[in-house]
């Protein structure tokens, strides 16, 4: 075998569990030999089209089990795998394939309309759909009905590219960061490390899969060990619960809104919760409230700290601590390493605030095609410089204090200001504009635009909510926006965030 890195996991898991169930979804069962079949069938139906070694293959769909077997079958063939955020809007989309340089999309029917002019713009001429597709143009289903088996076994190295997941960045660009097969392969070792994944895990997966918290950390650490995972197109709280019961669910990852929304909804009490034994939580601190809700059920939270760039895990906190160190985001995944140093770079002793780094074999190679934006990211040592502010306390416990790159997590989504400011700034009559993230009881936080206008000029929340729309994914549109006569700024005319975040987000 040729292939070290994820290709070689499906032959691996035929071998050794060909009949283990691998996935469930929409109730049907899959085995590890049925999944590492279709992913054969797959690499061969790419490989037929010329993809190979390097090239860049884009998917846009919710989640589901060609997810997977397509990101394995890219593997196979050494070809990169694109995974596309559904939520995106289509200029957005537009970026993504055109700037991944995408030879080939596999995509649900009904987002193509999204995509149309990406891959008008992208020149991409293998355009797959899911599912049966038309005469016209078959889909993946009677493709693979048609292709004999043929196993891809590219030569494939843990230093090699495996996908290339957009973070927003603060120039209002999208980035593509590169993870080799090395970032994802020791992230879901980390999570079997630290969050003792076990072959007979079945985890439900109710969050998006182009995620890269959800892939790296969800559903590649219970496919490493043969475990179980009980897939959904999407998340809705009650459906949740129920099939915690109908499968014995042991593992539930999510972001501290969809807890909330499991504990508020009308099954919550009755719901048979008794095999889940492992909750972990990311996108923000998990709130007491929510704490107090699962406790009183008997159980507790694992929560961590990371971004895209770390593939994503950096720190983890065991359920354990969750009290002890109430705030904190824990201790270093395994192989992983932090450090806080100031604005010079010098490292700062225990429980002093600087910017903290992360080194470790999960932390990605660099952003695609920006050579400078690399550079920056990196130290002279090769610790990736996060962004953001924090300190470790005397046991090494990690806090976060405030993010230097102002970014908003809403709901577990990721909302650079200066994406949205940047659409604001074109709107008629718009002479400034500051985007801050306000606390919110559901999501965590929530987008509100504070502008400034030209005299007569007269705007709403539904208005630049108007403007943008179809612009920017949804949930980047502001919940709120506030004219005001001036905005607070710097002697150097940059806005004062941290002003309009104390003025705006206690009313």
Not at 371 to 396: I, V
Request: aromatic share 6%; net charge negative.
């Amino acid at each position: 075998m040729h292939n070290h890195g994820l290709g070689a996991w499906m032959t691996t898991r035929r071998q050794k569990t060909p009949d283990k169930t691998a996935l469930i979804f929409d109730g049907q069962s899959t085995t590890y030999r049925e999944l590492a079949d279709d992913t054969d069938r797959i690499s061969a139906v790419l490989g037929r089209r010329g993809i190979g070694i390097g090239d860049p293959v884009a998917f846009l769909g919710e989640n589901s089990p060609e997810f997977l077997s397509v990101m394995f079958a890219c593997a196979q063939l050494g070809a990169i795998f694109v995974p596309v955020n559904t939520r995106l809007a289509p200029p957005e989309v537009t970026h993504v394939l055109t700037d991944s340089g995408a030879r080939a999309l596999i995509i649900d029917p009904a987002l193509h309309e999204r995509a149309v002019d990406g891959i008008a713009a992208a020149h991409i001429s293998h355009v797959i759909p899911t599912g049966e597709g038309t005469p016209e143009r078959p889909g993946l289903s009677p493709l693979l009905r048609g292709t004999p088996f043929g196993h891809a076994d590219a030569a494939v190295g843990h230093n090699d590219p495996a996908a290339i997941i957009y973070t927003s960045g603060t120039t209002g660009k999208p980035k593509g960061a590169v993870l080799t097969h090395g970032n994802l392969i020791w992230t879901a070792i980390n999570c079997v490390v630290d969050y003792d994944v076990v072959s007979t895990d079945v985890a439900l997966m109710i969050s998006p899969l182009f995620h890269v918290a959800a892939l790296g950390m969800g559903a590649l650490p219970v496919l490493l060990k043969g475990g179980t995972m009980v897939l959904e197109k999407g998340f809705e709280p009650g459906r949740a619960l129920a099939l915690i019961q109908e499968y014995r669910v042991t593992m539930l990852s999510g972001v501290p809104t969809t807890y909330q929304m499991m504990a508020d909804h009308p099954d919550w009490e009755s719901a048979d919760l008794s095999s889940l034994a492992k909750l972990t939580c990311g996108g923000s601190a998990v709130p007491t409230r929510i704490l107090d809700a699962y406790e009183t059920r008997g159980l507790s939270f694992s929560q961590g700290y990371g971004m895209t760039e770390t593939s994503p895990g950096a720190t983890s906190l065991s359920p354990t601590m969750t009290r002890a160190k109430q705030g904190s985001v824990g201790l270093p995944h395994f192989f992983t390493e932090i450090r806080i140093a100031d604005e010079n770079g010098v490292m700062v002793p225990r429980g002093t605030v600087g910017e903290i780094e992360v080194s470790g074999p999960n932390v990605f190679a660099g952003y695609l095609n920006l050579p400078e934006a690399t550079a920056k990211a990196f130290t002279a040592d090769g610790w990736f410089r996060s962004g953001d502010l924090g300190y470790l306390d005397r046991d090494g416990y990690l806090y976060i204090s405030d993010r230097l790159k102002d970014m908003i997590i809403s709901g577990g989504e990721n909302i650079y200001p200066a994406e949205v400011e940047n659409h604001i700034s074109n709107i008629e009559g718009v002479t400034g504009v500051g985007v801050v993230g306000i606390p919110d009881d559901q999501w965590g936080e929530v987008p509100w635009a504070i502008i400034t206008v030209k005299d007569g000029v007269e705007l709403d929340t539904e208005t630049v909510r108007a403007h943008l729309d179809r612009k920017l994914a949804r949930y980047k549109l502001p919940k709120n926006v506030v004219v005001v006569d001036e905005l607070p700024r710097t002697a150097s005319g940059k806005i004062r965030k941290a002003d309009l975040r104390a003025r705006f987000g206690t009313g």
